[in-house]
C-alpha cells in the first residue's frame, strides 16, 4: 500500500528540496574565495536552519561577490540562483526587479 502525503507534507519537501538546491547553489558562488569573510558566510550557509535565512544571506553574499566581480556581475550571478526559490518565499521576500539588471 502506498503512504498517503498530506498536501502540506508534499509543500514542505518541496520546500526543503528548493533550499538544499539553493544551498548548494550559494556555496558554489564562494567556491575559490580564500577570504575570512568567504570562509565565514560559507559557515553560515551551511548552518542555516531556514529558507528565509539562506535569503537574508544574500546581501552578504552581494558584497563579497560584487569586491570581486563588480556590481552588475554579481547581481547577475545571484539573480540566476535566486530563481531556484523564489516560488517558495513569502510575496514581501522576493526581489523587485533592479535597474542594474541586463535586461533591463
Known amino acids: ?5 498530506s498536501p502540506q507534507k508534499l509543500g514542505e519537501d518541496a520546500e526543503a528540496a528548493a533550499m538544499e538546491r539553493f544551498r548548494g547553489l550559494m556555496l558554489g558562488l564562494l567556491e575559490g574565495d580564500p577570504g575570512e569573510k568567504a570562509a565565514m558566510l560559507n559557515l553560515r550557509i551551511r548552518c542555516a536552519a531556514t529558507l528565509q535565512s539562506l535569503w537574508f544571506m544574500r546581501s552578504e553574499m552581494m558584497a563579497l561577490l560584487a569586491a570581486e566581480h563588480g556590481e552588475a556581475e554579481a547581481r547577475h550571478r ?6 531556484v526559490v523564489r516560488d517558495q518565499l513569502p ?8 535597474p542594474l539588471a541586463r535586461d533591463a
Not at 500500500?1 to 502525503?5: A, D, G, L, Q, T
Not at 545571484?78 to 530563481?83: E, K, V, W, Y
Request: glycine share 6%.
Open 91 to 98: 510575496s514581501g521576500l522576493r526581489s523587485r526587479p533592479s
Open 78 to 83: 545571484l539573480d540566476r540562483i535566486s530563481a
Open 1 to 5: 500500500m502506498w503512504p498517503i502525503s
